[in-house]
C-alpha cells in the first residue's frame, strides 16, 4: 500500500558514489536509509557525509577548489592512508573524480599513466558542480541515514531488517581489478539465496549468461543503456561529445505482486543510477 511504503527503511547494499541513494531519496522523501559498503575509502566519505559540521564543509569545499588534479597528485592522493575523516572524504572524492570509470580501488587515472588519450586526468574535476551536487544531497539526505557499515553483502544479509533492499554489486569480473573485493559468481550465487528471506529486492547487474542463469526463476529487466559525454560529465576539447557506447543492463525484482512501488523506483532511475557518480 502507498501509505505503508511512504515510511520504508532501505537499504542500499553496495552505495558506491551514491547514485541511487540520492535519486531514491529525492523522490521518496519519507524514506529512511541504511548504507553499506565493502569499500573503506566509501566509507569514510559517507562516514564525513553524516557528520560534517558546516564549517567541516567549508573547509571541505575550499579544498575542492584549491585543488588542481594532476598525475602526480593523482599518484600521491592514491598511496595516501589519510587518518582524519576529511582526508578519507576528500580522497575518495578525487579518486572518483579523475579514475576511469570512476573507481576508487584500483590505480586507472583518467587519460593513463603516459596522459596521452583524447582526456586528461582533469577533464571532470568541475569544482563548481561538484560542490553544488553535494549541496543538493545533503538537502535529500539530511537527518535520513540511520546507519553506516561496512560489510559484504553476504554477511550483511544473513541478519538484517529492511522494507526494500537496492544491490548494486561490481560487474562479476571485475570485482577484485576495480573494487578490491572478491565479488564473483560464487558470492552472486550466495547472494541469491540470501535474498529468499526477504520480500522487496532489486538487483542491478551486468548482462551475462551465468547472471541470468542465477536469476532465473526472478523477474529479469532488460535495459539498453546509451553513455555519453553528457552523461558521464565528460566531453572531448572543444566541446563536442564523445563517442556514444551501448551497453545492456539487467535489472532484477523481487516484491510483492500488489505493490508496484520497488519496480517504479528501478524503472525510473536505472539509467540514471548507472551513470552516477559522487554526490
Known amino acids: 500500500p502507498e501509505a505503508e511504503a511512504s515510511t520504508w527503511i532501505v537499504l542500499d547494499g553496495f552505495v558506491g558514489g551514491g ?7 529525492k523522490d521518496f522523501p519519507h524514506w529512511k536509509f541504511q548504507i553499506n559498503d565493502q569499500n573503506s575509502s566509501v566509507i569514510g566519505f559517507w562516514e564525513f557525509f553524516n557528520a560534517a559540521t558546516d564549517k567541516d564543509w567549508k573547509k571541505f569545499y575550499s579544498r575542492i577548489e584549491d585543488t588542481h588534479p594532476t598525475l602526480g597528485l593523482y599518484d600521491e592522493i592514491f598511496k595516501s592512508s ?26 586507472s ?14 577533464v571532470r574535476w568541475n569544482p563548481k558542480r561538484i560542490i553544488s551536487n553535494i549541496e543538493k544531497s545533503r538537502k535529500y539526505l539530511e537527518g535520513r541515514i540511520l546507519s553506516i557499515t ?36 560464487n ?26 542463469e542465477v536469476f532465473s526463476e526472478d523477474k529479469i529487466i532488460k535495459m539498453d543503456i546509451t553513455y555519453t559525454a553528457k ?13 556514444i557506447e551501448k551497453s545492456t543492463e539487467l535489472l532484477v525484482f523481487r516484491g510483492d505482486k500488489n505493490d508496484t512501488k520497488s519496480e517504479l523506483y528501478t524503472r525510473r532511475h536505472f539509467k540514471k543510477d548507472l551513470a552516477s557518480r559522487i554526490v
Open 187 to 212: 558470492e552472486l550465487k550466495t547472494m541469491r539465496n540470501n535474498l529468499s528471506n526477504y520480500e522487496r529486492w532489486a538487483v542491478s547487474i551486468n548482462n551475462a549468461d551465468d547472471v541470468v
Open 82 to 107: 589519510p587518518r582524519s575523516s576529511i582526508d578519507k572524504a576528500f580522497k575518495m572524492l578525487f579518486l572518483n573524480k579523475t579514475s576511469f570509470n570512476g573507481v576508487v580501488g584500483s590505480k
Open 231 to 243: 552523461s558521464a560529465h565528460v566531453k572531448k576539447r572543444g566541446g563536442k561529445n564523445r563517442e
Open 150 to 185: 561496512q560489510s559484504d553483502i553476504n554477511t550483511l544479509l544473513k541478519n538484517y531488517v529492511a522494507d526494500f533492499m537496492y544491490l548494486d554489486p561490481p560487474y562479476l569480473e571485475y570485482g577484485k581489478q576495480w573494487y578490491g573485493i572478491d565479488f564473483g559468481i
Open 19 to 25: 547514485g541511487s541513494l540520492v535519486n531514491m531519496a
Open 109 to 122: 587515472p583518467i587519460g593513463g599513466k603516459k596522459q596521452n588519450t583524447k582526456w586528461s586526468v582533469d
